[in-house]
């Protein structure tokens, strides 16, 4: 299995503030890569696709970037709505696999 | 607007068969090079990818769970199940349904259902 390793596991952060989140693949992964938002009690939600795309409908403020096997989530600009959980995903080989989140918390 | 939605059995008992079903709206099984998935989150913890059925009906499980599996589709009724046998309190969980894109979004976990919480107890 590819292993997926997030940092850091949590943050603290305040509104306005810029966050980065790194991802790092355990092997060669090309752009592969995709990250998501969870918020608590709800499922995950697409923000970025093949490491640096914006899903429709996601705020510019939020960014990604990276190759093989690091990559990086970059959230310019904190907002309130922005506090939750963010996973990365390779999507390289059939399965699966997350990083195991990192939690952004309001300072 | 494509939408998910979990249904089944929210306690299991331990060595019995976990059922859940997806039904499909705004969308098709059956339509264009689509991949259904399961993935499942226990309280607290990350992500982990269970399988998937692909439009033509062929599967994909994670190895880890491979034994004990399966994942199926019905068009007539435009859904997608999940059966996953011997259960212990290690797979008490979130259980989501997904699709996953295809072409520049090949397995990129596009749309996810609201989620189900099973139970594994006695």
């Known amino acids: 299995d590819i292993q997926m390793t997030q940092s850091p596991s949590s943050l603290s952060a305040s509104v306005g503030d810029s966050v980065t989140i790194t991802c790092r693949a355990s092997?060669?992964?090309?752009?592969?890569l995709n990250w998501y938002q969870q918020k608590f009690g709800k499922a995950p939600q697409l923000l970025i696709y093949?490491?640096?795309n914006l899903q429709s409908g996601v705020p510019s403020r939020f960014s990604g970037s990276g190759s093989e096997t690091d990559f990086t989530l970059t959230i310019n600009g904190l907002q309130p709505e922005d506090f939750a959980t963010y996973y990365c995903?390779?999507?390289?080989?059939?399965?699966?696999?997350f990083g195991q989140g990192t939690k952004v918390e309001i300072k | 607007q494509l939408q998910l939605q979990e249904s089944g059995s929210r306690l299991v008992k331990p060595s019995h068969t976990l059922s859940l079903t997806c039904a499909v709206s705004?969308?098709?099984?059956?339509?264009?090079?689509?991949?259904w998935s399961w993935i499942r989150q226990p309280p607290g913890k990350g992500l982990e990818w269970i399988g998937y059925?692909?439009?033509?009906?062929?599967?994909y499980y994670n190895p880890s769970l491979k034994s004990r599996v399966t994942i199926s589709v019905d068009m007539s009724k435009n859904h997608f199940s999940l059966n996953l046998t011997s259960v212990t309190a290690a797979d008490t969980a979130v259980y989501y349904c997904?699709?996953?894109?295809?072409?520049?979004?090949?397995?990129?976990?596009?749309?996810w259902g609201q989620g189900t919480l099973v139970t594994v107890s006695s």
């Open positions: 995903q390779q999507s390289y080989v059939t399965l699966a696999t």
């Open positions: 092997e060669s992964i090309g752009t592969f």
């Open positions: 997904a699709r996953e894109g295809y072409g520049d979004y090949d397995g990129v976990i596009e749309t």
């Open positions: 705004g969308g098709s099984v059956s339509s264009g090079a689509y991949s």
């Open positions: 093949a490491a640096s």
């Open positions: 059925i692909y439009h033509s009906g062929s599967t």
